[in-house]
């Protein structure tokens, strides 16, 4: 069992900035990857960024060049940058662990990006 536990979410003008965390039970280095997801009112869960346990690291189209997902092993942390905010990044961004067995979620973390 995996718990993970967001923060860092809150409301914040267009073209601002914030950093959310993701606080994971277990050992992050042995989990397969880690990566965070958006869904926004009336709309999918999307993958937007992700990383494996390689380090490798993958972002959705729309947050290339604005956003940074990393990871801290020493803390069972990671993290994701968002800078360059947009009123469509406005979503409940979730936290995901992989293992080898299932995936688990978090209970999600608001951003809300005013124009």
């Known amino acids: 069992q995996v718990h993970l536990v967001e923060s860092g979410g809150g409301l914040v003008q267009a073209g601002g900035s914030l950093t959310l965390s993701c606080a994971a039970s277990a050992i992050i280095s042995s989990l397969n990857a880690m990566g965070w997801y958006r869904q926004a009112p009336g709309k999918q869960r999307e993958l937007v960024a992700h990383?494996?346990?390689?380090?490798?690291?993958t972002y959705v189209d729309s947050v290339k060049g604005r956003f940074t997902i990393s990871r801290d092993n020493a803390k069972n942390t990671v993290y994701l940058q968002l800078t360059s905010l947009r009123p469509e990044d406005t979503a409940l961004y979730y936290c995901?662990?992989?293992?080898?067995?299932?995936?688990?979620w978090g209970q999600g973390t608001q951003v809300t990006v005013s124009s």
């Open positions: 995901n662990a992989e293992t080898s067995v299932r995936a688990y």
């Open positions: 990383v494996t346990s390689g380090g490798r690291t």
